[in-house]
């Protein structure tokens, strides 16, 4: 137990000195903080250029929260919860395989460092894509992992910092379910994955915002503004009921798994889930928030 305590302190202590190094000593091109700040505020800007409703404020509703979630989740959230997490995950189950003889590494498809670089990364992205396309299906489909994806889907006007708003628990599952997959093809440095990371961003950033756009032929490929306002609509179609357009930073998934749905222009449909005026309006409650009687009914 002690192995396992001092690795969480470790994890936080490890941490909490990479963020201040981050923040006031910035000293390479794949530094997160700024890198999130920068690609923001492009977008916020290109909303401001290029806004599809025009009738929507530059500082829209909860435009503040959604800057705040933004913040905690892609920083503080790591050092409160996930760190710590999955070290103390890794080692348990590399400690459990060592019962058998076995170590993660024994189940690694392939050794990344013999790989051309641009081949590595090109894998690490499809299959962290893909598994996190999954998971997000099952963020719609299991009851009580609706419950918690529930926050994001309270967005009630979409704007580019409204990529970042979602309940705590909600990168837990993700990452639980990335750890082994990723683990299995090998493992990646912070500087390997950074361009990776910032492209989600980017495209994060634009499926949020408010823009008009779809990429033309590359929307078979890459989740868009248009395509994924149909994802937070309130109204869902009976052959959909629990969801459509699951891309995080691919349509390609939707459209192969027939989960895509682009009936019409989405510019000015309702956002949101059934019963969401019931729903926390703060970030206190929203991420305290559990479940609730009045809003149990899985998504329709």
Known sequence: MEKYINIIKNAYTGYWNYLKQEVFFPSHWYNYFYGLIIISLIVWGLEILFPWRKNQSI??????LDT?????????????ILIALSNTAAEILNDLLGTFGLSLSSFQIFDVN???TWLGLLIFFLVSDFIQWNTHR????????WNFHKVHHSVKEMGFAAHLRYHWMEPIVYKSLLYIPL???????SKDVAFVYFFSIVIGHLNHANLG???GVLKYILNNPKMHIWHHAKSLPKHLKYGMNYGLTLSIWDYLFKTKYLPHSGKDIELGFEGDENFPKDFINQELYISDSSLQKTKK
């Open 213 to 215: 756009w779809d990429y």
């Open 183 to 189: 683990a299995v093809i090998g493992n990646y440095s």
């Open 138 to 145: 099952l963020l719609h489909r299991v009851p009580w992992l």
């Open 114 to 116: 013999q790989l051309p």
């Open 68 to 80: 705040f979630y933004m913040f905690f989740n892609f920083f503080l959230l790591n050092l409160i």
């Open 59 to 64: 500082f829209r509703k909860d435009f503040w």
